[in-house]
């Protein structure tokens, strides 16, 4: 081993970590330590530290890099039900990632933003192919298994340090940096922190990402369940990195601070350790953090506080260690894509394949089969997927398994040409693309068009002349040049707008119309009134044409989704859950000319397809599943292998079935299969196998447990079919009776199996009393009550093959003692027209009315003897709060006796607190209370009654 130079200890591998950190970290100057708070960390020459760079993109393949092995999208590796192999997945990418940096260390950093474990709530969600599943346990399961395998399983050293995105309740892109996500504390409890818990708990992630919304009025970035949550979870530290730009929206977008260095200093104290601001400039964090230490809003302590955890993430990645002591410093650029990488890519497609139904048509053996659809003969890149270094294609995987003249195929998309009075629209067949021109005298193939549709009226055009996108350049011109659909600004998107006397050709990304210049060049630089207007000839009926191909053949398979960057992905939500109208008209033509037409949706998130479901007789998901997809869409639709993939989200027949996307409430709004009661398309857990299973004899280990105890739930399984297959035996329980409103059905447990015909075996899950917890708004805490549960185990969350009874001895819980401690706004039971808020310096949260009339109720509140005066903590948020009153009644919130009124003051800014006093009566014994706001904005915090008299302080 190197001696370390000048005695300096923190070099020396052999000292405790901590000890190490110290000696670093007590070398720096505030100026060196305030330049480590960035994203892009400077290099401090004097003590031989190189530059260091948070942020690598690992969510299901290294992304942005060039070439590497992309696996399916995390949500088909969660559709696999199998933690082992999303391990094994996770370790494959952490190895690409320290070869990549093995090749390019200044480029390629160690700390890999991923997995993404925000719970799936709502799948129209822009992002929903990041995440796993709609359930927070499945979302925690999936997420540990994959951190486990990015982090490595070393004592010491980090293979990678994974970082969990996006804390906190984050799932809409609608104005993803204004809007605030109401999580109730059961809700914040039981649904959104468990998903992020149990991958800190295991140590498998090292850090966590803040999200851009705001929760419950305040920036995600300033929550104070930063330190009181998520850095309880484990006794190591957790490193906290701010999203891109998301630093700069508190004092910007969200108006939360005046300005910047207070907004950069509120962060720091919160918790946030590295700051992602404007690329690789530092300059302007270390300008902001250094005038807030001026001006006294932060000190020392706070930078150090920060570097601390920033430096324990680097000592831990090997980067202050002699390679040899570090096995993962060996790792070279040989092992990215190689061949064991590329199987487990195509185990993964294979095993993330979820069967939605089958009449019997599936397995397929044709003799010559018709391939067909937009994605038929395509594999597509997400904008957090790596760069293919192949594609398989579903075409070109299935013709190469049935062999030569077996597969035909056909893309089912119009061909068009677009006619204006300067003439066609025509691009040029050179493989570089040009600038699109007018010209009557062009040959044909220079003048069709390819017509993408993908969806609320959003089309992409591609030249028949030489296959390339239409995009528009800086400049404003249309050129064909363009392989797909891609970037953060998608260019390559337009609408077509019908205005009787013709169509107008509209841009999405410049939000300008197409016209004709008086070169003949086609610019999107044109008001609505100044557009040229085109009459969009139809040269070739996709549909028809596709029906046509399909018609002779054994089996017509249909594939159709959504394009990744295009409705329905980061910045911008889906507004339903239909399929494109014309891939719908594509499904029916062809299953007119063809009824042995099976579905393929490949997509990023569920649809609505119940017409399919009705009139086809198979249907099968993928996500979008890597560069071995089409290999294992043909394993699995020709019976190689066993589609034994499960949905991890519910299928709705229709978007009006779904609450309001910014509703994050999923107790009150009835939503996820937690509390949905209506009859899905296809339930959570729900998937086909190819052979049959039959469940017998569940059995537990004791019939009645107490809170701390355990319970073995053992079931028997057996393959009743003609072939082996995989089955992914799934336990829910339900409990029977409680003081609050509780899940339907909720996983507990699940193994997959694969079991050879006629085999049989025992599956045996160890069942947790305390895991029956909810959160008991009352007392703050988690409870399990005592009850009886109901414990199912089958197929599905809807396919319940045998239930029996567990009974809990729990606690009961008591009546609320408001005279013993103060009433929490947010703790109410139920409520309407109100909406959660922050409640700034005490870090609570409050209750604000969302309109006049709006309330919050609280059952079973014990008054005792009487109370006879209340202190409320209260502000206004609005003008017309100011002066209104707050109602309290008993018993009902509309027409119930009135307790009392508090008259809310004028209030300053939004953190002017006041505390207002009035006199109570008729408050005696156990009542429900109510509390009804006469004006919006009127906001309460909490309320501590006693018996003593008072005056009011205000009328």
Known sequence: MNEPPHGEAFREPDRPLDARVADLLGRLTLAEKIGLL???QAPVPRLGLGSFRTGTEALHGLAWVGPATVFPQAVGLASTWNPDLVTAVGAAVGDEVRGFHHKDPERIGLNVWAPVVNPLRDPRWGRNEEGYAEDPWLTGVMGTAYASGLRGDHPVYLRTAPTLKHFLGYNNETDRCTTSSNLPPRVLHEYELPAFRAPIEAGAAVAV??????????PAHLSPLIDTELRRWTTGEVLVVSDAAAASNIAGAQGYHADHPAGYAAALRAGIDSFTEDGPDSAPTVARLSEALDRGLIDESDVDRAVRRILVTRFRLGEFDPPERNPYAAITADVINCAAHQELAREAARQSMVLLKNDGILPATPARVAVI??????????????????????????????GPGAAAFHEGV???????ITGYACATDRSVGAALRTDDGAPAPETWFDLFDWGEGVVALRAAANGKYIGVDDEGTLVNDRAQPWGWVVQETFRILDRGTGQLLYHLATDRYVSVDADGVL?????????????????ADGARDAATTARDADLAIVVVGNHPMINGRETEDRVDLALPPSQQALIRAVQAANPRTVLVVTSSYPYAIEWADTHLPAVLWSSHGGQEYGNALADVLLGAADPGGRLTQTWYRDAAE?????????IACDATYLYYRGRPLYPFGHGLSYTTFEYADLRLSTVEVDQTGTVAVSVDVTNTGDRAGDEVVQLYTRQRRSRVKQPLRQLRAFRRVTLAPGERTTVTF????????FWDVTRGHTVVETARHTIQVGRSSADIALTTTLSVRGERIAPRQPLQSPLWAVDHDDYAGTVLLDDEPHRADAVGAAEPAGWIGFQQVDFGAGASAVAARVTSRTREAAGARVTLRLDDPLSGPIAGSIVVPTANDRHDWTEVHAAITGAAGVRDLYLSFEAPGATVSSLTFTTGGTEASGD
């Open 38 to 40: 960035h994203q892009h």
């Open 209 to 218: 990402m803040a999200s851009y919304n705001l929760v419950n009025g305040r």
């Open 373 to 402: 659809g937009p994605f038929a003969d395509t594999v597509q890149e997400d904008w957090y997927s790596g760069t293919l270094p192949y594609a398989v294609t579903a075409y070109s995987g299935i013709a190469a398994r049935l």
């Open 414 to 420: 119009d061909r068009i040409a677009l006619h204006s």
């Open 523 to 539: 610019r999107a630089n044109a008001t609505e009134a100044e557009a040229t207007q085109f009459t969009v000839e139809l040269v």
């Open 658 to 666: 779904l609450p309001d996307l910014l509703d994050y409430d999923i």
């Open 766 to 773: 160890e069942l947790r009393a305390a895991d029956l917890a």
